[in-house]
Structures are given as structure tokens and as C-alpha cells.
């Protein structure tokens, strides 16, 4: 079992940063992949960014390439997503979720999930 919990969300001006957290606890991060997730009023909950449970490859949402990115640093047992230039769209919830297995990754099939945590971007 692994325990999620994310941080770092708030309230900005669009154009500015956030950088999420991840944390996990249970079992070490370092044996999943770790997925983000990003759900906004009245839409479903929709891919963001992945990660592979050695950091080696990443894959991203068209709309934040180039904007933000997923790292993780497994000796904290912690996954990130750095946003920069944040425009009023990407105003949601963010969840991460991991998983044992990297295919299908854009799907929500993910075994665990983190609570969320609000990200407003006012225009």
C-alpha cells in the first residue's frame, strides 16, 4: 500500500510558478510509476504528466509541453511537477497517482491516488 499526499498548490497570477509535491509513504516511490492528473469543474479527470519509476523517461499533456515539468527524487520519496507560465486553463484540482505498470499511462486506472490539491490561476 502507498499513501499519497500533494502539496504546493495555491493561488497565482497567470504567468507565474508552482511546484507541486508528491510524497509518498507506505512503501519507497521508487518501485512505481507515477502519473498527474488534473480535474476542472464540470470536466473529467484528465492526464497531465508521467513519470517512469527510474526517471528516465517522462511524457506530457500537449497543452503543458514545453510549460511544465514532472521529475521525481526517489531518495525523498517524492514526485514534482514544476509549472511555469500558468495560464487561467490550467485552473483544477491535481492529483498524482502511481502505478506498477508505464502502459497505458494516459488512462486513470492508477492503484493509488493522493486527495489533490486546488491550483487557481487568475487571468
Known amino acids: 500500500q502507498v499513501q499519497l499526499v500533494e502539496s504546493g498548490g495555491g493561488w497565482v497570477q497567470a504567468g507565474d510558478s508552482l511546484r507541486l509535491s508528491c510524497a509518498a509513504s507506505?512503501?519507497?516511490?521508487?518501485?512505481?510509476?507515477v502519473g498527474w492528473f488534473r480535474q476542472a469543474p464540470g470536466k473529467e479527470r484528465e492526464f497531465v504528466a508521467v513519470?517512469?519509476?527510474?526517471?528516465?523517461?517522462?511524457d506530457y499533456e500537449d497543452s503543458v509541453k514545453g510549460r511544465f515539468t514532472i521529475s521525481r527524487d526517489n531518495a525523498k520519496n517524492t514526485v514534482y511537477l514544476q509549472m511555469n507560465s500558468l495560464k487561467a486553463e490550467d485552473t483544477a484540482v491535481y492529483y498524482c497517482?502511481?502505478?506498477?505498470?508505464?502502459?497505458?499511462?494516459?488512462?486513470?486506472?492508477?492503484?493509488?491516488w493522493g486527495q489533490g490539491t486546488q491550483v487557481t490561476v487568475s487571468s
Open positions: 497517482a502511481a502505478r506498477n505498470y508505464y502502459y497505458n499511462y494516459r488512462n486513470r486506472r492508477y492503484d493509488y
Open positions: 507506505g512503501r519507497t516511490l521508487s518501485s512505481y510509476h
Open positions: 513519470i517512469n519509476f527510474s526517471g528516465t523517461s517522462t
